[in-house]
């Protein structure tokens, strides 16, 4: 049976994308009506002629069928940028599971029209003789304000707008007036919002080595060829990627195509723009979560109008609606926060892949710890891999030195830092090097406990412990519950109520009990809220007005200071703590990006790293800085176990009010995709079971995972299971489905 209804928004505007209209498709449109369509439908009560996009199809009607309309017609034109921008939404809805309109919601990020700003200057008509008159004529009639205005328009033939405002201290009405007289004339000129500030453009280009070269001239031969394709760049820290990109990015500009330049983090803005600007100009921008309504309207603007060659994002810049996009490049593509956590759960790289495929675009991804997905694809021959093994020039990879901490303790040290580490801080500061302070904190959170009964002070709306701030409060970091710490023990009455403290603030603080005369700066999260913060601790400190940078995830990820000469890595294994399939890949990611930081410059480097699990294979692997070493190791396990990237997983996460009905959910969906996949081999359901955080702000959490190594085996699966709720019709629960999830529930 064809699909007979189609779900369409009216003439397409980001505010109104919570509605959609049901049409019915006639039988003469059945073929060319899909999603991304632009159609022709009555609308209203007069049945005016609107236009349209078509977002979904559909068998089943959600009203009487005869109180539903037919789609008019088809617009036969070319699809639009718009309708490119649905037909990704539908294939997000699709793929990941959503409802359409948080899928649209995802690629139209705008959701209203901003004003236009103008700049607005005042233009004389008359002759100074004639103005000079008038002015005279007004100072008789008592009008100064007017008189102001003439007078200074005597010896000035245009003056800005708000100039004359402020400083002659006059009404709009006042010059809108003199415009209706004929005196002068009032001239407006559109302009768009830009975030970028204009730099120094001054470039040093480095000399390109030959892998350089031959990495981007196989790319654009691709391209050329009409073979774009995906190609995965695994360069060694500091082996010149970021050149790479801007070779095939300027290459595309000369070819009259845009370019999506992808990053991982918001932190990472600043420096990859300054790099991009000075060989690109105003030509470049950026689009991310900092910017105002207006300045992220402005932008999408821009992108329509062609105004921008290359866009600078985290994932959501993944939608710029570009008419002529040649390349998408996704830095860092490694890197967790390309996943969204929220529905549509969809993954940047698979879906850069798909926007690239849809406009014969090419993708470049690049890392130096490639995620197992992409190392694994590239073997299997699906992606092109290259390899960069060296960094350009007199740099070198930094010598490592490994940790044992619970050594450390039974000599008698309970600082923060090991000898080794204090001692080479001590030389840094001596020599005016720079050294960069990574706490290792993914997968930890600090929490209060009675050391008498080992009661754990938790949120009473959350399954998590609670954490202590400074100021005597317990807070909870999922929904925001507070109390302040009780004196004793609510179960045993003890006084020894304790908490676990390993935050950034208290390594500062050991910084300067150590080493009083060193400047320290701190980013993390706290100190990172502002709207330019990023920008000015990073531009502090490779200014060299800070001897020591202390922070978290966001300080290893692609920043370049030639001064850091040294990298501490303190509780290097905490992330190997957490109770995910993933824990050995993010260690190694997070160790090997971290030693990256140092000797990038012509001064050598050295790493420290602090561990209680010195023999770890992460951590092995890591401090030797060997990708390949750690891939065999690791796809093994993955392998054994079944575990993407070898087989696909569909995470299916039930959320509900009430624990029984969760619980009973959970198992009416278990029993419905084992009738269903009765007959596919390989296929493991596992659960349903209680989330590894079992209830947040009162809501309870249930999952159940299914998995096989067929991708669209498991897309069937989430077909079935939103086709049985929708028919449930429950509304106490809600579903999330989430494929290859990043973190286990």
């Known amino acids: 049976m064809t699909k007979q209804y189609a779900d369409v928004i009216i003439e397409i505007a980001h505010e109104k994308v919570d509605r959609v209209f049901q049409y019915r498709i006639p039988d003469e449109l059945s073929e060319a009506v899909k999603p991304g369509v632009q159609v022709r439908v009555p609308f209203g009560k007069g049945n005016q002629e609107k236009t349209g996009y078509v977002v979904d199809l559909s068998k089943e009607p959600d009203y009487p069928p005869e109180k539903i309309k037919a789609v008019s017609a088809v617009v036969e034109k070319a699809v639009s940028v718009e309708g490119r921008q649905i037909e990704i939404a539908y294939w997000l809805k699709s793929n990941y599971g959503s409802t359409t309109i948080a899928a649209l919601k995802t690629v139209l990020p705008v959701k209203q029209k901003q004003k236009q700003l103008e700049k607005k200057k005042v233009l004389r008509r008359l002759s100074a003789a004639e103005i000079a008159q008038a002015a005279c004529e007004c100072e008789r009639k008592h009008q100064r304000a007017k008189a102001r205005v003439l007078t200074a328009l005597q010896t000035e033939e245009e003056l800005p707008y708000e100039l004359i405002r402020q400083k002659l201290h006059v009404t709009a009405a006042t010059l809108q007036a003199l415009e209706k007289q004929g005196y002068l004339r009032i001239e407006r000129e559109a302009f768009y919002r830009n975030p970028v500030k204009a730099v120094d453009r001054s470039e040093v280009r480095p000399v390109l080595s030959q892998t350089q070269q031959r990495i981007i001239g196989e790319v654009l031969a691709d391209y050329r060829a009409g073979q774009p394709g995906v190609h995965l760049v695994h360069g060694v820290t500091g082996s010149g990627k970021t050149e790479v990109y801007l070779g095939i990015i300027e290459e595309m500009i000369a070819m009259g195509k845009q370019a999506i330049m992808l990053i991982p983090e918001i932190a990472l803005t600043y420096q990859t723009l300054l790099r991009f600007y000075k060989r690109f100009g105003d030509r470049v921008s950026v689009i991310n979560s900092s910017l105002s309504a207006g300045e992220k309207y402005d932008q999408i603007e821009r992108a329509k109008a062609g105004e921008i060659d290359v866009i600078i994002g985290p994932r959501s810049a993944l939608f710029t609606p570009f008419q002529n996009l040649g390349v998408i490049v996704m830095d860092e ?312 990237p070898v087989e696909h997983m569909l995470a299916v996460l039930i959320l509900s009010r009430v624990q029984e009905e969760g619980e009973r959910l959970g198992t009416e969906m278990t029993e419905l995709v084992k009738k269903e996949t009765a007959d596919v081999k390989g296929l493991r359901v596992i659960g349903p079971a209680e989330a590894a955080i079992g209830k947040l702000a009162d809501v309870y959490r249930h999952v159940l995972y299914v998995r096989h190594g067929d991708y669209r085996t498991l897309v069937k699966i989430k077909d079935t299971l939103e086709h049985y709720c929708k028919e449930r019709e429950s509304k106490n629960q809600t579903v999330q489905f989430d494929f290859d999830p990043m973190n286990t529930y």
């Open 333 to 644: 593509e490694h890197e967790g926060s390309y996943k969204s956590e929220t529905s549509p759960k969809y993954h940047a790289r698979e879906t850069a892949v798909e926007i690239a495929a849809r406009n014969g675009a090419s993708v470049v991804l690049g890392s130096a710890t490639p995620s197992l997905e992409a190392y694994y694809r590239a073997l299997q021959g699906h992606y092109k891999l290259y390899e960069m093994k060296e960094r350009p020039g007199v740099s070198m990879l930094p010598a490592v030195h490994t940790v044992d901490l619970r050594k450390e303790l039974r000599e008698g040290n309970r600082s923060i830092f090991s000898r080794k580490l204090a001692a080479l801080m001590e030389e840094r500061l001596s020599k005016s090097e720079q050294t960069i302070l990574f706490l290792n904190r993914r997968g930890y959170a600090g929490f209060i406990s009675c050391r008498a009964c080992g009661h754990v002070m938790k949120c009473p709306h959350c399954d998590v412990s609670l954490s202590e701030h400074n100021n005597g409060t317990l807070h909870c970091h999922y929904c925001g519950y507070q109390e302040r710490k009780p004196a004793k023990c609510p179960s045993c009455g003890s006084p020894y109520l304790m908490g676990f403290k390993a935050g950034t603030q208290q390594v500062e603080e050991a910084i300067h009990k150590v080493f009083p005369e060193a400047r320290v700066l701190r980013m993390d999260g706290d100190t990172t809220r502002t709207k330019e913060s990023y920008e000015k601790l990073l531009s502090a400190f490779a200014d060299e007005r800070a001897d020591i940078l202390v922070g978290t995830q966001m300080i290893v990820k692609g920043h370049d200071f030639p001064k850091v000469t040294l990298v501490g890595v303190l509780a290097a294994d905490l992330s190997l703590n957490q109770n995910d399939y993933r824990a050995g890949e993010r260690t190694f990611q997070l160790l090997t990006q971290a030693a990256g930081r140092a000797g990038r410059g012509e001064r050598p480097g050295e790493v420290v790293i602090q561990t209680y699990r010195p023999d770890h294979y992460s951590v092995v692997y890591a401090a030797r800085q060997d990708y390949k070493g750690f891939y065999r190791e690791e796809i093994a396990y993955r392998e054994l176990m079944g575990y993407p």
